[in-house]
């Protein structure tokens, strides 16, 4: 699991999407999908930390955070 204080900045370079979430003995985490393909991380998914006292997230996670609306 990527954790808080893992070294990867704060520069925002490419996006993620996060398709889910769970609790585990490690804590709790989002699970992400990257851009970079399937041989990347776990078949292309990886795990976040979730719940940080870091305002910006992990890696910059929560900086410019973007959602689906109905128009």
């Known amino acids: 699991m990527l954790r808080e204080g893992s070294f990867c900045g704060y520069r925002i370079d490419h996006t993620v999407v996060v398709v889910g979430y769970g609790s585990d003995e490690e804590g709790d985490y989002w699970i ?4 970079y393909g ?4 776990m078949n ?3 795990k976040m930390q979730r719940g940080t006292r870091n305002p910006q997230g992990v890696c910059g996670m929560a ?3 973007s959602f689906p609306v109905k128009y």
């Open 63 to 65: 900086m410019q955070p």
């Open 44 to 46: 292309g998914y990886m």
């Open 38 to 41: 399937t041989q990347w991380g």
């Open 32 to 35: 992400i999908r990257n851009q």
